[in-house]
Structure formats: C-alpha cells, structure tokens
C-alpha cells in the first residue's frame, strides 16, 4: 500500500500544485485514473481479449511501455539529472563519498557511461535497430 502511495504523490502534487486544486481531489482522479488502467489491464483477460494493438492485448501494451520504455528513460533521465543538474557537493553528501578519487569516477560513470549503456538497452529492448535497417 505504502508502494502504491508513493507512485501517486508526485501526480497529485503536481496537480496541486499547477492546476490548483485541493489535494483529497486530486487524490481521487488520480486513483479513478489508476483503476482505470487497472481494469483495462483485468479486461484484458477476458472481455477485451479480443482487442489488439500491434498484436499486444491491453496488459501486454502496459507491460511493455513500463518495463521496455519507462525504466530506461526513467534510469537514463536520472543519471543525467545526478550527473549533469545536481551539484558535486549535494551529490557527494548524497552518496557520502569523502574519497575525490571515487567521486570523480563516480561522476564520470554517471555522466557518460551509464546513458551510453541506458541507450543501447533501450535501442536493443524497442528494436528500433530491426526497424531502422
């Protein structure tokens, strides 16, 4: 539950905070938008069986846009924010490092090497290679 709650603070603040709305509703459209997609998801098995995007039921459609598209971008969006937006000394008290050494190789691997190797996951996942050649 408490998994839940933390997936669907940040929408409900960013509803409360650039549409001005009270929170209690915001919490319910989000959670009415969630079950929505959740029941879609259920349907999916039985009565939209049936219904087919690219050959993907509604599920298989959900389930490859979070863990084919969303985690990558969400990884590689982080390691650019940690990297490139973040300061050296908030992300070193972040990460505790006293070492300069190991914070420079730190700070290396997340600027360049980890959106190189998020990319090539993500092109090698999506199979945009299949479709480009």
Not at 69 to 93: H, K, V, Y
């Amino acid at each position: 539950m408490s998994s839940a709650i933390a997936l669907v603070e940040p929408v409900v603040t960013w509803l409360v905070e650039n549409f001005d709305i009270k929170r209690l509703n915001a919490c319910i459209w989000v959670g009415i938008l969630v079950w929505l997609l959740g029941l879609l998801s259920l349907f999916s098995f039985n009565v939209l069986k049936d219904w087919t995007w690219q050959d993907m039921t509604a599920f298989e459609l959900l389930d490859y846009l979070t863990a084919n598209i969303m985690l990558p971008l969400g990884g590689m969006l982080i390691a650019i924010f940690a990297g490139w937006i973040m300061s050296q000394r908030s992300t070193q008290e972040e990460l505790g490092i006293k070492s300069n050494l190991i914070y420079h190789e730190w700070r290396f691997l997340v600027r360049y090497v980890t959106p190189i190797a998020i990319f090539v996951v993500f092109v090698s996942l999506t199979g945009v290679l299949d479709f480009i050649f």
